[in-house]
């Protein structure tokens, strides 16, 4: 194992040793585990996941193009996507440390600013294509 001699730690970690076809196939099993805990434990991710399960077919019903369609689909996934990373952060502090902490308010509020431009992006995506649709 190689060690950076001035912070005595390794530069290569060694439980990332698989390669190839088997560090594919582990990788999607963790992600499935992934999923699986973020609906478990995440109200938030439940709740936007369920939203998504409804919009996206909708906007694939609803647009009069793939462009169109993929338009529709798109902030459904994003928010679904920063909805994971926003729930990893606010995992990765608290196991940390429960204490109360400046920099780990910080981390947490950006997480939630990360969903919540998400949503609003959602919102104004489906919002402007609605209007422009049936009232335009």
Known sequence: ?????????????????????NRIFNAF???????RAAWN????????????????????????????KIILVLPCII?????LINSAIENAIDFTSIEIHPLAKKAKDMGSAIQLIACLFLAFVWICYLFIKFFN
């Open 79 to 83: 928010a679904i996507i920063a909805e």
């Open 1 to 21: 194992m190689q060690k950076d001699n001035n912070l005595k730690t390794p530069l290569h970690n060694e439980k990332k040793g698989k390669k190839g076809l």
């Open 41 to 68: 434990d995440e109200e938030a991710f439940r709740q936007i996941t369920i939203i998504s399960f409804i919009l996206i077919p909708l906007g694939i019903y609803l647009g009069d193009s793939f462009a169109n």
């Open 29 to 35: 099993f963790y992600s499935l585990s992934g999923l």
